[in-house]
């Protein structure tokens, strides 16, 4: 276990209303990532993170911006909540390529 | 595009079965494969594979990798109803990590 956090664990939200989850993680980690998984897709990457201030998009960018100030903290926002963004949300930190770790996961329900 | 596929997409097997699940993948400029196991909730790593033919393992899981033919098999042999879970296929090429669908496992007692 790499020490990582989520919040909120769960959400329900209505369409349209701004969304931001947030990874905590205590390891150091210089990378991080955010998935969704959903039913018969496994996991997704969203966008990553390979140091404080650098991000790039991942598989299903559209919709969804992150953000990293810290090396601990990983944000993902959704500008305006769609049904569609209604998933599980992992986040995960890795020392390098490789390996990583997840987060216990996020539940978000768009209304 | 690259994909990963993982087969069968479920299995349900008798505790002392072994079991052979199946990850193939096509990505541009390999650079490892990962198996996880999930239960019910977040993965937790198994192996990382990044050269052919050689055996990773641990206790009565193993897992090869052909970078040749292009997959990955992971083994589970007596098997035990806590081997029940998700398995997920994971390859990183690149800097982007391509998931399968995974194979849900069910061993009974």
């Known amino acids: 276990d790499a020490g990582i956090t989520q919040s909120p664990r769960h959400k329900v939200t209505e369409t349209g209303t701004p969304v931001t989850l947030r990874c905590h993680q205590t390891e150091n980690h210089r990378y991080m990532y955010w998935y969704r998984q959903d039913p018969g897709h496994g996991l997704r990457l969203i966008h990553y993170s390979y140091g404080v201030k650098d991000t790039d998009k991942g598989e299903v960018s559209d919709g969804y911006s992150v953000s990293r100030s810290k090396t601990e903290d990983f944000l993902l926002t959704l500008e305006s909540a769609t049904s569609s963004q209604t998933s599980v949300y992992f986040c995960?930190?890795?020392?390098?390529?490789?390996?990583?770790?997840f987060g216990p996961g996020t539940r978000l329900t768009v209304t | 595009e690259d994909k990963v596929v993982q087969s069968p997409l479920s299995l349900v097997v008798h505790e002392g079965d072994t079991v052979t699940l199946n990850c193939s993948y096509e990505v541009t400029n390999f650079r490892s494969l990962l198996w996880y196991k999930q239960e019910k909730k977040a993965p937790t790593f198994l192996f990382m594979l990044t050269s052919s033919g050689i055996e990773k393992k641990s206790g009565r899981l193993s897992s090869i990798l052909d970078k040749k033919e292009l997959f990955s098999i992971l083994n589970i042999t007596a098997t035990q109803t806590g081997d029940s879970a998700v398995y997920l296929c994971a390859v990183e090429a690149n800097n982007d990590m391509r998931f399968g669908a995974g194979t849900r496992l069910t061993v009974k007692p």
């Open positions: 995960a930190t890795s020392l390098g390529p490789g390996e990583q770790y």
